[in-house]
């Protein structure tokens, strides 16, 4: 499902390894969610971010910055 992924979630996904999931639109949430790259949390405290990636979402993001 990742090689159906645009330029654009990628950027969403960058976005959530850096903390700011908040601020990506839920189109993009449900993209990448499908995809397996990030995931809500079950237990959330305040001022945790709201999302954060899954094994494979950090393997992406990795494989991005080389």
Excluded at 8 to 20: F, I, K, N, S, T
Excluded at 41 to 55: I, S
Aim: proline share 6%.
């Amino acid at each position: 499902m990742t090689d159906k992924l645009d330029l654009e979630d990628l950027a969403h996904l960058a976005r959530v390894a850096e903390g700011q999931g908040a601020t990506v639109p839920e189109s993009a949430v449900a993209r990448l969610t499908l995809a397996g790259l990030v995931r809500r949390p079950e237990h959330v405290c305040e001022g945790a971010p709201v999302l954060e990636l899954t094994p494979a979402g950090l393997a992406r993001v990795r494989s991005s910055d080389q």
